[in-house]
C-alpha cells in the first residue's frame, strides 16, 4: 500500500434525475434508518444503468457503479469514455465534491484539483488573492506560497491581471491561473478534467508538458480526464475506460485506446451511399464505397503505415470516354485532410 496513491474499492454513485439527494426529508430519513440497521439502501435497488440514450422506467440512475482500481505513485492515469460516462463524477467524488453512494476510496496525499473554469477560485478576490487562498486549502505557510509566486504568474502569463478580481478574466486566463496554481503548489495528486481545452493549443501543450515533469520528475500523481486521444496516448502510462458507470478497460494506454476506439468511435468499413433525388441530368453516380485491406478484406480500422483500398461501386447512366473520382478524408473533428 506504501507505493498506491489511491485505491478505489467498489464505488457506486447513484442519482435521482432532478431531484437532489433523494427528494424528499422522509425518503433521506428512510435511508438513514436502513443503514443504522445495517441494511441495503432501498434506493439502490431500483436504480438502472447510466445510459442517456434511453429513456428508462425509474428516476433513479446509477452515474457510477460497483468501480474499484488503484493508481501508484508518480502515476499517470488517463480516464477516457463517451459524454455522460461518469468520467467526471469520478473526479468529483475523488475531489471530495460529492459523497459516494457506496464504496471506500482512500488517498495517500494532499489533492488539488481542476474540474471546471474556476474551481477553488473566489470571483471577488483578485489572481493574488486567489493564489494564496488555494495554497491556505492545500495546507501551505505564506512564505511557501509566495516563494512559488513568480513561478506560477509566469507560468499562467497574467501577470498584468494579477491584482485584478477574477470575474474579469477570461476563461482562458481563468484556466491558465487555475492550472498554473493547481500545478505549483506542490500537491501530491494532481486531478484534471477536460478543462484544459479551453485555454489555446500553446497553453494545452504547456500544460501537457508540466504534467508530464511533475510525474516524472517530482513523483507526483495525475489523473487525466480528456477527449484528446493523442494527448492520453503521450502522456499517460495507464488507461480507464469508462462506459455507462461501470470499468469497460483498465490496462495500458494503447490497449484501452484501442478498445475505445474500436467499440464507440470507429467508423465502419461499408456505405451505403444515397444518390442525389434529381438524377437524370446526372451522367453517373456513387453506390456504395468500401475500406479494405491489403487482401482485399473489409477494415473498419487501418493500422499506420499499411496498406489500403478504397472501392467505388458507381453506376453510368449515359457513355462516358473518360470521368475521375474525387475522394476526401477528413478527421474526426471534421477537419479536411
Not at 260 to 281: H, M
Not at 310 to 321: E, N, T
Request: include cysteine.
Amino acid at each position: 500500500m506504501s507505493d498506491i496513491a489511491i485505491k478505489v474499492e467498489n464505488l457506486s454513485k447513484l442519482y435521482q434525475l432532478g431531484e437532489i439527494s433523494t427528494g424528499t426529508l422522509s425518503r433521506d430519513l428512510y435511508r438513514w434508518w436502513a443503514g443504522v440497521r445495517g441494511r441495503e439502501d432501498p434506493y439502490q435497488k431500483i436504480g438502472q444503468a447510466n445510459d442517456r440514450a434511453t429513456k428508462g422506467t425509474s428516476d433513479f440512475v446509477w452515474a457510477l457503479q460497483d468501480i474499484s482500481f488503484e493508481v501508484k505513485k508518480g502515476e499517470i492515469l488517463g480516464i477516457i469514455g463517451r459524454n455522460g460516462a461518469g468520467k467526471s463524477t469520478l473526479l468529483k467524488i475523488l475531489s471530495r465534491v460529492t459523497k459516494p453512494t457506496a464504496g471506500r476510496i482512500r488517498v495517500r496525499g494532499r489533492m488539488a484539483s481542476l474540474l471546471e473554469v474556476g474551481t477553488g477560485f473566489h470571483p471577488e478576490l483578485t489572481g493574488r488573492e486567489n493564489i494564496f487562498l488555494n495554497g491556505a486549502i492545500l495546507g501551505m505557510r505564506k512564505d511557501e506560497i509566495r516563494r512559488k509566486l513568480d513561478e506560477i504568474v509566469d507560468f499562467a502569463g497574467v501577470e498584468r491581471y494579477l491584482d485584478t478580481p477574477v470575474k474579469r478574466y477570461s476563461s482562458g486566463m481563468y484556466v491558465r491561473l487555475a492550472f498554473a496554481v493547481a500545478a505549483h503548489l506542490e500537491p501530491e495528486i494532481l486531478v484534471v478534467d477536460e478543462v484544459l481545452a479551453v485555454g489555446d493549443a500553446e497553453f494545452q501543450k504547456k500544460c501537457l508538458g508540466k504534467m508530464k515533469d511533475v510525474s516524472e520528475n517530482d513523483g507526483r500523481t495525475v489523473l487525466f480526464v480528456s477527449h484528446n486521444m493523442d494527448a492520453i496516448q503521450k502522456l499517460c502510462s495507464r488507461g480507464l475506460l469508462l462506459g455507462q458507470g461501470t470499468v469497460m478497460a483498465l490496462g495500458s494506454t494503447d490497449d484501452v485506446l484501442h478498445k475505445y476506439l474500436n467499440e464507440g468511435a470507429a467508423s465502419e468499413s461499408f456505405f451505403q451511399l444515397t444518390p442525389p433525388s434529381d438524377t437524370y441530368q446526372l451522367l453517373g453516380e456513387a453506390i456504395s464505397l468500401t475500406v479494405e485491406n491489403d487482401q482485399r478484406q473489409l477494415a473498419n480500422e487501418v493500422p499506420l503505415g499499411d496498406p489500403f483500398n478504397i472501392r467505388i461501386q458507381f453506376k453510368l447512366h449515359r457513355s462516358v470516354p473518360h470521368f475521375i473520382i474525387g475522394l476526401g478524408i477528413s478527421s474526426q473533428m471534421g477537419i479536411s485532410v
